[in-house]
């Protein structure tokens, strides 16, 4: 049994990590929720498992986990045009680029999230044990 990922990301190193585990995750999106008064972003992605890559050989398939994104200090939140121009109910998480002030979810369709925040706080939390799956994520050249 793999272990069940729990991360902290307070620092642009941190984040630089998180945004690996988190390349080609889908997310559907009715799947966030946004609460409190120093705002709290919760993401729900299903999350390709980069980690177990290379057990592919010894167990003939690849791994997926549902997974919590948690975002914390936001000030505010922008999302691009391309959110209204497409009625996608999956989306594909590409990357997340950090700074101190910002935090960007890059989307395909070319859907951006831009998120200010007073400060990195990110956590990411395997929810249930990872589960096989035959297919793996293609990046063309």
């Known amino acids: 049994m793999a272990e069940v990922i729990a991360l902290k990301a307070d620092n642009i190193e941190s984040c630089d990590l998180l945004s690996s585990l988190l390349q080609d995750s889908i ?3 009715s799947g966030h929720s946004f609460s409190g ?7 729900l992605l ?3 498992c980069w ?6 050989h010894e167990n003939q398939c690849y791994f997926r986990v549902h997974s919590g994104l948690y975002i ?15 009625h996608e109910a999956y989306l594909n998480l ?9 935090i960007n979810l890059i989307f395909s369709n070319h859907k951006h999230v831009c998120i200010n925040v007073s400060g990195l706080l ?5 929810l249930h044990d990872r ?6 994520p293609i990046h063309s050249a």
């Open 131 to 136: 589960y096989p799956t035959p297919s793996c």
């Open 72 to 86: 914390q200090n936001i000030d505010s939140i922008i999302v691009n045009d391309n959110f209204k121009n497409g």
């Open 27 to 29: 997310f559907h999106i």
């Open 94 to 102: 590409l990357a997340l680029h950090a700074s101190e002030k910002e």
């Open 51 to 56: 980690e177990s890559f290379n057990d592919f």
């Open 37 to 43: 008064p120093r705002g709290r972003l919760r993401l």
């Open 46 to 48: 299903n999350r390709f």
């Open 122 to 126: 990110m956590h990411l939390k395997d």
